[in-house]
């Protein structure tokens, strides 16, 4: 399956899609996505599909998180 991460407030982050399984833990693809955007790991984030937030620590399954899903990303500034 795939996902698309879109950045919510700022435009940096527009459609960037993963190739994931429907069991892979979602702070997995935040790893993944921090690697392609570094900038971001200084940041506190949480995320929304579909106007539900979406638990870290669950699989996209139990998130779920459908194939071509868009997730809604939102940074924290402090």
Not at 13 to 24: E, M, P
Not at 44 to 64: C, G, H, M, P
Request: proline fraction near 0%; aromatic fraction near 16%.
């Amino acid at each position: 399956m795939s996902v698309n991460f879109v950045s919510m407030g700022t435009q940096d982050i527009g459609h960037f899609s993963l190739v994931c399984k429907n069991v892979d833990i979602f702070v997995s693809l935040e790893e993944r996505l921090y690697e392609k955007f570094q900038e971001y790991k200084k940041y506190d984030a949480y995320y929304l599909v579909n106007t539900r937030r979406i638990k870290r620590f669950l699989t996209l399954e139990q998130n779920n998180i459908q194939d071509n899903d868009i997730i809604n990303i939102y940074f924290i500034e402090d």
